[in-house]
């Protein structure tokens, strides 16, 4: 990493080891209810995006939430149980991306991946991607995202079940109605799930062939190197990595391989 963004992202670092689900070190997670509260925070952190909609990629898998023209491109590869995902999300990184979103200098991509099914059991990751899915066709992924982190169960316990995700869709207005719940009920989206899984394995490469750990970032098509992994974990840092990169787009791009 160059001298300008080591600089940066130095203090958020020194003493801070990789964290994060899929082939990193795991770290300690207690069951949560963000409440009607955290609800509420969540469901307005959105609120000025109404003319930045999200889609879908045309890789058909990757979700996009932000002003297209945005010129800082953010894409993160989450499962909805891993609670590290959670940590960026509620106190990381990721309101700093949110309030970039807002402000229209990022814009952010979601890889979501289910591969936490299959190491602790149950199908909670499946249906809370399955039910992103379905959340994006009514134009509230990004609410219920948040909805969802704010509200995470236990990683060990199966906790987003239909009847789950279906009470927390009601904290998000406008989301409820005979779609979005026929679509949570039926896995209507399950061939997506099951192509969002494989893009994120494959974005592991050859030397991990189950995907690259979640969280993982990529900012303007440069993955954050694993060594500066912490930075996703300070809120002001990674506020100011989306700051620096965004005044020097050109040194960041050189860091790729």
């Not at 909805?147 to 406008?174: C, H, I, M, W």
Request: glycine letters at 12%.
């Amino acid at each position: 990493m160059r001298r300008g963004f080591a600089a940066v992202v130095a203090v958020a670092v020194v003493g801070m080891p990789a964290a994060g689900c899929g082939g990193r070190d795991q770290s300690p997670h207690e069951a949560k209810d963000g409440g009607p509260a955290a609800t509420a925070r969540a469901v307005r952190a959105y609120a000025g995006l109404a003319d930045a909609p999200e889609r879908l990629g045309n890789d058909g898998t990757t979700i996009m939430v932000g002003d297209p023209a945005a010129p800082v491109t953010v894409h993160l590869y989450e499962d909805p149980r891993c609670p590290v995902c959670e940590e960026f999300e509620s106190t990381g990184g990721g309101p700093e991306l949110r309030a970039a979103t807002l402000r229209r200098e990022a814009k952010a991509q979601y890889t979501l991946a289910s591969f936490l099914d299959g190491r602790l059991g149950g199908a909670g990751s499946v249906k809370a991607v399955n039910a992103l899915r379905a959340a994006l066709d009514e134009g509230k992924f990004a609410e219920y995202h948040e909805v969802l982190y704010a509200n995470q169960p236990e990683e060990s316990v199966d906790g987003f079940t239909d009847a789950r995700l279906l009470e927390l869709a009601k904290r998000v207005p406008g989301l409820r109605g005979h779609a979005f719940d026929s679509a949570v009920r039926t896995m209507k989206y399950r061939s997506f799930v099951a192509l969002s899984e494989e893009a994120y394995e494959d974005a592991g490469g050859a030397q991990n062939p189950r995907g690259p750990g979640t969280p993982t970032a990529e900012i303007n098509d440069v993955r954050i190197p694993a060594q500066y992994n912490g930075v996703l974990f300070d809120r002001k840092t990674f506020g100011g990595l989306l700051t620096e990169i965004r005044k020097d787009p050109e040194t960041w791009r050189a860091m790729s391989p």
